[in-house]
T-cell receptor, first 110, second 110 residues
């Protein structure tokens, strides 16, 4: 089915470890996003991309990096994981007709 | 003050009741989204509105651009409608980024 695929669904990291959250979409959307959702809070934008090779910071970019080498893929890299990065992460893509979200990655940093 | 405010934050109702969730925003927008998130689940886009009214099954969404206000209505509510409903606005300023409300937790009792 067409959509946004995120992996992994769950992950536990130790403080200081690094990992990459994968995101892929097959709808040929130019716009892609990474959001985080903390309990009781609205989603916050981490990074976004308006097309291959173009990325920009959102509201809460510290501690994260992204790349967009192809239209389909938009991985999110966590370097030196911290407990404050415990959250649920959602990747999304959009066009003029709407938004599609991935199923989320629940990350715990201990 | 948040740019997107939803009310109520929590709503409990009996099966069959008519439900209204409200969203007010303070920024210029190009579109407004209503999203649904089931407990522990992903995020599904219900509607994208830029004017007027849209209907899908038992769900109706309206928007008043002049008053910067939108409502989501559920007719003949059912326990499977229990979820968090999120209002999000797409700013007029580029990249289709969304600003999210805090969400409304809806519980429909049988």
């Amino acid at each position: 089915n067409a959509g946004v695929t995120q992996t992994p669904k769950f992950r536990i990291l130790k403080i200081g470890q690094s990992m990459t959250l994968q995101c892929a979409q097959d709808m040929n959307h130019n716009y892609m996003y990474w959001y985080r959702q903390d309990p009781g809070m609205g989603l916050k934008l981490i990074y976004y991309s308006v097309g291959a090779g173009i990325t920009d910071k959102g509201e809460v970019p510290n501690g994260y990096n992204v790349s967009r080498s192809t239209t389909e893929d938009f991985p999110l890299r966590l370097e030196l994981a911290a407990p404050s990065q415990t959250s649920v992460y959602f990747c999304a893509s959009s066009d003029n007709y709407g938004y599609t979200f991935g199923s989320g990655t629940r990350l715990t940093v201990v | 003050k948040n740019e997107v405010e939803q009310s109520p934050q929590n709503l409990t109702a009996q099966e069959g009741e008519f439900i209204t969730i409200n969203c007010s925003y303070s920024v210029g927008i190009s579109a407004l989204h209503w999203l649904q998130q089931h407990p522990g689940g992903g995020i599904v886009s219900l509607f994208m509105l830029s004017s007027g009214k849209k209907k899908h099954g038992r769900l109706i969404a309206t928007i008043n651009i002049q008053e910067k206000h939108s409502s989501l209505h559920i007719t003949a509510s059912h326990p499977r409608d229990s979820a968090v409903y999120i209002c999000a606005v797409r700013s007029v300023q580029g990249a289709q980024k969304l600003v999210f409300g805090q969400g409304t937790r809806l519980t429909i009792n049988p």
